[in-house]
Protein backbone atom coordinates (compact mmCIF):
# COMPACT_ATOMS: atom_id res chain seq x y z
CA UNK A 1 0.00 0.00 0.00
CA UNK A 2 1.29 3.13 -1.19
CA UNK A 3 0.17 5.23 2.28
CA UNK A 4 1.79 2.58 4.21
CA UNK A 5 5.33 2.19 2.67
CA UNK A 6 5.43 6.32 2.42
CA UNK A 7 4.55 6.19 6.72
CA UNK A 8 7.14 3.92 7.11
CA UNK A 9 10.05 5.19 4.80
CA UNK A 10 8.92 8.90 6.82
CA UNK A 11 9.33 6.68 10.36
CA UNK A 12 12.39 5.49 9.27
CA UNK A 13 13.85 8.42 8.69
CA UNK A 14 12.69 9.81 12.14
CA UNK A 15 14.50 6.97 14.13
CA UNK A 16 17.63 7.74 12.04
CA UNK A 17 17.59 10.88 12.65
CA UNK A 18 16.91 10.83 16.15
CA UNK A 19 19.19 8.38 17.07
CA UNK A 20 21.88 10.06 15.25
CA UNK A 21 21.35 13.29 17.92
CA UNK A 22 20.57 11.52 20.51
CA UNK A 23 24.30 10.17 20.35
CA UNK A 24 25.53 13.13 19.48
CA UNK A 25 23.40 15.14 22.92
CA UNK A 26 24.82 12.30 25.18
CA UNK A 27 28.43 12.80 24.25
CA UNK A 28 27.74 16.73 24.25
CA UNK A 29 26.28 15.79 27.95
CA UNK A 30 28.93 13.81 29.16
CA UNK A 31 31.65 16.24 27.99
CA UNK A 32 30.24 19.09 29.29
CA UNK A 33 28.44 17.55 32.79
CA UNK A 34 25.22 19.23 31.17
CA UNK A 35 22.12 18.13 32.60
CA UNK A 36 20.19 19.83 30.21
CA UNK A 37 21.81 18.34 27.19
CA UNK A 38 21.96 15.06 28.30
CA UNK A 39 17.96 15.22 29.04
CA UNK A 40 17.87 16.45 25.51
CA UNK A 41 19.49 13.44 24.43
CA UNK A 42 16.88 11.79 26.73
CA UNK A 43 14.24 13.57 24.50
CA UNK A 44 15.84 12.19 21.03
CA UNK A 45 15.46 8.55 22.17
CA UNK A 46 12.51 8.28 23.20
CA UNK A 47 11.18 10.17 19.62
CA UNK A 48 13.54 7.60 17.98
CA UNK A 49 11.22 5.28 19.62
CA UNK A 50 8.17 6.92 19.17
CA UNK A 51 8.80 6.82 15.69
CA UNK A 52 9.67 2.56 15.67
CA UNK A 53 6.25 2.40 17.66
CA UNK A 54 4.70 4.32 14.89
CA UNK A 55 5.95 1.90 12.47
CA UNK A 56 4.97 -0.94 14.27
CA UNK A 57 1.31 0.93 14.35
CA UNK A 58 1.11 1.20 10.80
CA UNK A 59 2.17 -2.32 9.73
CA UNK A 60 -0.34 -4.34 12.26
CA UNK A 61 -3.33 -1.59 10.96
CA UNK A 62 -2.59 -2.61 7.03
CA UNK A 63 -3.23 -6.15 7.84
CA UNK A 64 -6.62 -7.30 5.85
CA UNK A 65 -10.09 -7.42 7.50
CA UNK A 66 -11.04 -10.89 8.96
CA UNK A 67 -13.71 -12.37 10.87
CA UNK A 68 -13.09 -11.23 14.20
CA UNK A 69 -12.57 -7.38 12.88
CA UNK A 70 -14.71 -6.75 9.78
CA UNK A 71 -13.69 -3.67 9.87
CA UNK A 72 -9.91 -3.68 9.35
CA UNK A 73 -6.99 -3.18 12.39
CA UNK A 74 -6.86 0.80 11.02
CA UNK A 75 -7.80 1.82 14.33
CA UNK A 76 -4.38 -0.19 16.01
CA UNK A 77 -2.91 3.36 14.28
CA UNK A 78 -4.59 5.37 16.94
CA UNK A 79 -3.36 3.11 19.83
CA UNK A 80 0.00 2.95 18.72
CA UNK A 81 0.30 7.34 18.91
CA UNK A 82 -1.31 6.51 22.28
CA UNK A 83 1.92 4.57 23.22
CA UNK A 84 3.96 7.33 21.54
CA UNK A 85 2.64 9.88 24.33
CA UNK A 86 2.83 7.53 26.64
CA UNK A 87 6.65 7.26 25.99
CA UNK A 88 6.89 10.79 25.60
CA UNK A 89 4.98 11.78 29.34
CA UNK A 90 7.40 8.85 30.89
CA UNK A 91 10.37 10.80 29.06
CA UNK A 92 9.05 13.96 30.56
CA UNK A 93 8.94 12.76 34.10
CA UNK A 94 12.35 11.14 34.39
CA UNK A 95 13.86 14.07 32.64
CA UNK A 96 12.02 16.34 35.16
CA UNK A 97 12.47 14.58 38.38
CA UNK A 98 16.64 14.70 37.17
CA UNK A 99 15.96 18.27 36.63
CA UNK A 100 14.85 18.95 40.14
CA UNK A 101 17.43 17.44 41.45
CA UNK A 102 20.24 19.68 39.45
CA UNK A 103 18.41 22.90 40.78
CA UNK A 104 18.47 21.49 44.50
CA UNK A 105 21.94 20.52 43.46
CA UNK A 106 23.72 22.40 41.53
CA UNK A 107 26.98 21.56 39.28
CA UNK A 108 28.95 23.77 36.83
CA UNK A 109 28.83 22.61 33.11
CA UNK A 110 31.92 22.80 30.73
CA UNK A 111 31.31 23.38 27.05
CA UNK A 112 33.71 24.59 24.48
CA UNK A 113 32.85 26.57 21.05
CA UNK A 114 33.03 23.08 19.30
CA UNK A 115 29.91 21.54 21.52
CA UNK A 116 28.07 24.62 20.55
CA UNK A 117 28.18 24.15 17.39
CA UNK A 118 27.06 19.92 17.50
CA UNK A 119 24.08 21.46 19.71
CA UNK A 120 23.65 24.27 16.87
CA UNK A 121 23.25 21.47 13.83
CA UNK A 122 21.22 19.97 16.31
CA UNK A 123 18.84 22.50 15.96
CA UNK A 124 18.59 22.79 12.18
CA UNK A 125 18.44 19.11 11.86
CA UNK A 126 15.06 19.01 13.90
CA UNK A 127 13.77 21.97 12.08
CA UNK A 128 14.10 20.27 9.25
CA UNK A 129 12.81 16.71 10.44
CA UNK A 130 9.82 18.43 12.11
CA UNK A 131 8.41 20.31 8.86
CA UNK A 132 9.02 16.98 6.61
CA UNK A 133 7.17 14.76 9.29
CA UNK A 134 4.18 17.46 9.94
CA UNK A 135 3.79 17.89 5.95
CA UNK A 136 4.11 13.98 5.57
CA UNK A 137 1.30 13.10 8.05
CA UNK A 138 -0.78 16.08 6.35
CA UNK A 139 -0.83 14.69 3.59
CA UNK A 140 -1.19 11.05 4.57
CA UNK A 141 -3.58 11.38 7.18
CA UNK A 142 -1.53 10.41 9.52
CA UNK A 143 -1.90 11.13 13.69
CA UNK A 144 0.95 9.75 14.25
CA UNK A 145 3.10 11.43 11.77
CA UNK A 146 1.64 14.73 12.64
CA UNK A 147 2.39 14.16 16.00
CA UNK A 148 6.33 12.99 15.65
CA UNK A 149 6.61 16.18 13.49
CA UNK A 150 5.16 18.25 16.11
CA UNK A 151 7.20 16.87 18.81
CA UNK A 152 10.41 17.30 16.46
CA UNK A 153 9.47 21.13 16.31
CA UNK A 154 9.39 21.67 19.68
CA UNK A 155 12.68 19.74 20.28
CA UNK A 156 14.28 22.67 17.77
CA UNK A 157 13.06 25.00 20.48
CA UNK A 158 13.97 23.04 23.32
CA UNK A 159 17.69 22.57 22.07
CA UNK A 160 18.07 26.21 21.25
CA UNK A 161 17.23 26.82 24.92
CA UNK A 162 19.84 24.42 25.63
CA UNK A 163 22.27 26.21 23.50
CA UNK A 164 21.40 29.75 25.18
CA UNK A 165 22.32 28.14 28.54
CA UNK A 166 24.95 26.75 27.15
CA UNK A 167 26.25 30.52 25.82
CA UNK A 168 25.30 31.49 29.00
CA UNK A 169 27.75 28.75 31.39
CA UNK A 170 30.25 29.34 28.60
CA UNK A 171 30.78 32.91 28.00
CA UNK A 172 29.43 34.19 31.45
CA UNK A 173 30.09 31.68 33.91
CA UNK A 174 25.78 31.25 34.66
CA UNK A 175 25.21 28.06 35.71
CA UNK A 176 21.12 27.81 34.68
CA UNK A 177 21.38 23.76 33.42
CA UNK A 178 18.85 23.05 36.06
CA UNK A 179 16.42 25.38 35.39
CA UNK A 180 16.20 24.84 31.60
CA UNK A 181 16.11 21.18 32.02
CA UNK A 182 12.94 21.65 34.18
CA UNK A 183 11.82 24.21 31.37
CA UNK A 184 12.45 20.87 28.87
CA UNK A 185 10.53 18.19 30.85
CA UNK A 186 7.16 21.09 31.21
CA UNK A 187 7.59 21.11 26.87
CA UNK A 188 7.48 17.24 26.97
CA UNK A 189 4.83 17.14 29.03
CA UNK A 190 2.91 19.28 27.87
CA UNK A 191 3.10 17.69 24.36
CA UNK A 192 2.55 14.58 25.61
CA UNK A 193 -0.60 15.34 27.39
CA UNK A 194 -1.89 16.92 23.67
CA UNK A 195 -1.12 13.65 21.63
CA UNK A 196 -2.56 11.69 24.42
CA UNK A 197 -6.17 13.38 24.82
CA UNK A 198 -6.08 13.40 20.54
CA UNK A 199 -5.69 9.49 20.41
CA UNK A 200 -8.42 9.47 23.23
CA UNK A 201 -10.50 11.19 21.53
CA UNK A 202 -9.95 9.12 18.28
CA UNK A 203 -10.19 5.89 19.87
CA UNK A 204 -13.25 6.73 22.04
CA UNK A 205 -14.66 8.43 18.15
CA UNK A 206 -15.57 12.33 17.80
CA UNK A 207 -17.46 14.08 15.74
CA UNK A 208 -16.68 14.42 11.94
CA UNK A 209 -15.52 17.71 10.56
CA UNK A 210 -18.32 20.08 9.79
CA UNK A 211 -16.71 20.61 6.40
CA UNK A 212 -16.30 17.29 5.32
CA UNK A 213 -19.97 16.23 6.49
CA UNK A 214 -21.13 19.15 4.71
CA UNK A 215 -19.81 18.41 1.32
CA UNK A 216 -21.32 15.01 1.80
CA UNK A 217 -25.16 15.85 1.83
CA UNK A 218 -24.28 18.69 -0.30
CA UNK A 219 -23.50 15.83 -2.71
CA UNK A 220 -26.04 13.85 -1.73
CA UNK A 221 -29.05 16.77 -2.07
CA UNK A 222 -27.16 17.32 -5.76
CA UNK A 223 -29.45 14.63 -7.24
CA UNK A 224 -33.26 16.20 -7.82
CA UNK A 225 -34.64 13.44 -6.54
CA UNK A 226 -33.37 13.78 -3.19
CA UNK A 227 -35.49 16.90 -1.24
CA UNK A 228 -33.36 16.28 1.86
CA UNK A 229 -30.51 14.36 3.97
CA UNK A 230 -30.75 13.90 7.46
CA UNK A 231 -29.18 11.95 9.94
CA UNK A 232 -25.92 11.49 8.30
CA UNK A 233 -23.67 9.37 10.92
CA UNK A 234 -20.22 8.74 10.64
CA UNK A 235 -17.58 6.05 11.88
CA UNK A 236 -13.97 6.05 11.69
CA UNK A 237 -12.16 2.55 11.13
CA UNK A 238 -8.58 4.46 10.53
CA UNK A 239 -7.46 7.68 8.92
CA UNK A 240 -8.89 6.41 6.01
CA UNK A 241 -12.01 4.39 6.34
CA UNK A 242 -14.96 5.47 6.85
CA UNK A 243 -18.43 3.84 7.59
CA UNK A 244 -21.67 5.41 7.85
CA UNK A 245 -24.96 6.07 7.18
CA UNK A 246 -27.91 8.61 5.83
CA UNK A 247 -32.00 9.21 5.54
CA UNK A 248 -32.89 11.08 2.32
CA UNK A 249 -36.25 12.33 1.89
CA UNK A 250 -37.76 11.68 -1.70
CA UNK A 251 -41.26 11.79 -2.96
CA UNK A 252 -44.22 8.77 -1.83
CA UNK A 253 -44.92 7.79 -5.37
CA UNK A 254 -40.88 7.18 -6.33
CA UNK A 255 -41.01 3.70 -7.12
CA UNK A 256 -38.47 0.56 -5.39
CA UNK A 257 -37.18 0.52 -8.56
CA UNK A 258 -36.17 4.29 -9.00
CA UNK A 259 -35.03 4.44 -5.31
CA UNK A 260 -32.92 1.41 -5.60
CA UNK A 261 -30.65 3.06 -8.69
CA UNK A 262 -31.03 5.94 -6.99
CA UNK A 263 -29.34 4.51 -3.97
CA UNK A 264 -26.62 3.18 -5.59
CA UNK A 265 -25.97 5.47 -7.66
CA UNK A 266 -25.44 8.25 -4.33
CA UNK A 267 -23.45 5.67 -2.35
CA UNK A 268 -21.03 4.95 -5.45
CA UNK A 269 -20.30 8.66 -5.90
CA UNK A 270 -19.86 9.19 -2.03
CA UNK A 271 -17.17 6.57 -1.89
CA UNK A 272 -15.13 7.55 -5.17
CA UNK A 273 -15.23 11.21 -4.05
CA UNK A 274 -14.56 10.67 -0.09
CA UNK A 275 -13.88 7.18 0.59
CA UNK A 276 -16.95 6.71 3.02
CA UNK A 277 -18.95 3.86 2.45
CA UNK A 278 -22.82 4.90 2.94
CA UNK A 279 -25.63 3.04 3.59
CA UNK A 280 -29.13 4.99 2.87
CA UNK A 281 -32.48 4.86 4.53
CA UNK A 282 -35.39 6.28 2.90
CA UNK A 283 -38.08 9.28 4.30
CA UNK A 284 -41.01 9.37 2.53
CA UNK A 285 -42.08 13.16 1.25
CA UNK A 286 -45.74 13.47 0.88
CA UNK A 287 -47.02 14.97 -2.47
CA UNK A 288 -50.70 15.66 -1.91
CA UNK A 289 -52.99 17.80 0.30
CA UNK A 290 -52.39 21.34 1.56
CA UNK A 291 -54.00 19.92 5.15
CA UNK A 292 -50.58 17.99 5.88
CA UNK A 293 -48.78 21.11 5.44
CA UNK A 294 -50.90 22.86 7.68
CA UNK A 295 -50.42 20.70 10.26
CA UNK A 296 -46.17 20.63 9.42
CA UNK A 297 -46.40 24.37 10.36
CA UNK A 298 -48.04 24.19 13.57
CA UNK A 299 -46.10 22.22 14.39
CA UNK A 300 -42.99 24.11 13.49
CA UNK A 301 -44.57 26.53 15.51
CA UNK A 302 -44.30 24.09 18.95
CA UNK A 303 -41.18 23.49 18.73
CA UNK A 304 -40.11 26.92 18.08
CA UNK A 305 -40.26 27.52 21.66
CA UNK A 306 -37.97 25.07 22.39
CA UNK A 307 -34.32 26.04 21.56
CA UNK A 308 -32.99 22.43 22.65
CA UNK A 309 -34.32 21.17 19.13
CA UNK A 310 -32.28 21.60 16.40
CA UNK A 311 -34.17 20.34 13.49
CA UNK A 312 -37.27 18.80 12.15
CA UNK A 313 -37.12 15.97 9.65
CA UNK A 314 -39.22 12.89 8.38
CA UNK A 315 -42.59 13.94 8.78
CA UNK A 316 -44.57 11.99 7.09
CA UNK A 317 -48.71 11.76 7.45
CA UNK A 318 -50.26 8.51 6.66
CA UNK A 319 -53.97 9.09 6.12
CA UNK A 320 -54.75 5.51 6.39
CA UNK A 321 -53.46 5.18 9.79
CA UNK A 322 -54.17 8.33 10.64
CA UNK A 323 -50.45 8.66 11.75
CA UNK A 324 -48.33 11.56 11.69
CA UNK A 325 -44.56 10.60 12.17
CA UNK A 326 -41.46 12.92 12.41
CA UNK A 327 -38.19 12.99 14.12
CA UNK A 328 -36.61 16.15 16.59
CA UNK A 329 -32.76 16.57 16.20
CA UNK A 330 -32.14 17.86 20.07
CA UNK A 331 -29.37 19.50 20.75
CA UNK A 332 -26.72 17.25 23.46
CA UNK A 333 -26.62 20.28 25.51
CA UNK A 334 -30.37 19.30 26.95
CA UNK A 335 -31.07 17.72 29.99
CA UNK A 336 -34.10 16.42 29.02
CA UNK A 337 -34.97 15.79 26.09
CA UNK A 338 -37.54 13.32 26.72
CA UNK A 339 -39.32 15.74 28.57
CA UNK A 340 -39.57 18.12 26.12
CA UNK A 341 -41.04 15.40 23.65
CA UNK A 342 -43.81 14.20 26.01
CA UNK A 343 -44.63 18.26 26.32
CA UNK A 344 -44.73 18.37 22.46
CA UNK A 345 -46.40 14.93 22.15
CA UNK A 346 -49.53 16.23 24.71
CA UNK A 347 -49.91 19.44 22.90
CA UNK A 348 -50.41 18.25 19.66
CA UNK A 349 -52.92 15.04 20.93
CA UNK A 350 -54.92 17.79 22.24
CA UNK A 351 -55.42 20.07 19.94
CA UNK A 352 -55.33 17.07 16.51
CA UNK A 353 -57.62 14.48 18.42
CA UNK A 354 -58.26 12.64 15.08
CA UNK A 355 -54.50 12.25 14.38
CA UNK A 356 -52.39 9.81 16.26
CA UNK A 357 -48.70 11.10 16.33
CA UNK A 358 -45.29 9.19 16.63
CA UNK A 359 -42.10 11.45 17.39
CA UNK A 360 -38.66 10.16 17.46
CA UNK A 361 -36.15 11.34 19.55
CA UNK A 362 -32.90 11.85 17.74
CA UNK A 363 -29.88 13.38 18.02
CA UNK A 364 -27.14 15.80 16.68
CA UNK A 365 -24.51 13.37 14.86
CA UNK A 366 -22.79 15.68 12.20
CA UNK A 367 -23.38 18.92 11.17
Given at each position: ??????????????????????????????????????????????????????????????????????????????????????????????????????????????????????????????????????????????????????????????????????????????????????????IILRA???????????????????????????????????????????????????????????????????????????????????????????????????EYAAI????????????????????????EAHLI???????????????????????????????????????????
Amino acid sequence: MPRMRAIIRTSVLGIAVNLGLAALKAVVGFLSASIAVTMDALNNLSDALSSAVTVAGILLAGRAPDKEHPYGHGRVEYVSALAVAVLILLAGVSSLWESLQKILAPAPAHYTPAMMALLGVGVAAKLLLGRHVRQKGRELHSDSLRASGTDALFDAAITSATLAGAFASWRFGISIEGFLGAAISVIILRAGLGILLESYNNIIGVRADAAFTNDIKQTVCAYPEVLGAYDLILNQYGPEKWIGSIHIEVADDLTAKAIHALSRRISGEVFTNFGVVLTIGIYAANTGTGEYAAIKRRILELIAGYPGILQLHGYYVDSEAHLISFDLVFDFAEKDPAAIRAAILARLTAEYPAWRFAIVQDQDFSD
